[in-house]
């Protein structure tokens, strides 16, 4: 890594650090109401969802493919029935790049 380089990672760290910090610091004597607090709790899942149908839906970035040929979209089924039925998130994960990769490999051995 060059000095620039470094000193420009440096720099981005202290801003981040000091964007953040004041928040953090007074977030104990921050009283939220519980609604807006059961409200935030959907905010994770939500993030998600943004980041991932996107990827899984148009892989190529193009087009929606719906279609046996989108790997991406057999993963995801494959990871979203995992998860339903064993309630375990390593297992989701593990299941659906297991599946993803089978799948790709399929594609590309018969076409």
Avoid: C, H
Wanted: hydrophobic letters at 60%; a positive charge.
């Amino acid at each position: 890594m060059t000095k620039p380089e470094f000193y420009l990672i440096g720099m981005m760290a202290i801003v981040t650090f000091l964007i953040r910090y004041p928040l953090l610091a007074v977030s104990s004597k921050i009283r939220l109401p519980s609604q807006l607090i059961r409200a935030l709790t959907y905010l994770p899942p939500a993030i998600l969802t943004a980041i991932v149908v996107p990827a899984v839906l148009i892989p190529t970035g193009d087009n929606i493919l719906l279609s046996y040929t989108n790997a991406k979209l057999v993963g995801a089924i494959a990871a979203s029935i995992a998860g339903w039925w064993t309630k375990n998130l390593l297992a989701t994960i593990i299941s659906g790049m297991v599946v993803f990769f089978l799948w790709q490999w399929l594609l590309t051995m018969f076409s």
